[in-house]
């Protein structure tokens, strides 16, 4: 539910910050299974993405937070 997914969208922010990055993939895309529209996650998972060289994955789902909130496009 609701609160499931912020639970794995914190435990992947930590679990990046960490350098598990095994660990950090799989609760980004538990978080996103649980709660696809959510922008933040969208968000930091693209970034964590990027910083993995996962350029397409991250691309696709940095495309759909700005689709989402054109105000924060740069």
């Known amino acids: 539910g609701d609160q499931s997914h912020r639970t794995h969208h914190r435990l992947g922010v930590l679990y990046a910050t960490t ?8 609760h980004f895309e538990l978080a996103i299974e649980s709660n696809p529209n959510d922008v933040a996650l969208k968000n930091d998972y693209g970034v ?27």
């Open 48 to 74: 964590f993405c990027m910083s993995q060289g996962e350029t397409d994955r991250a691309e696709a789902l940095l495309k759909l937070v700005v689709q989402r909130q054109p105000k924060n496009a740069r």
């Open 19 to 26: 350098k598990d990055t095994t660990s950090a993939k799989k």
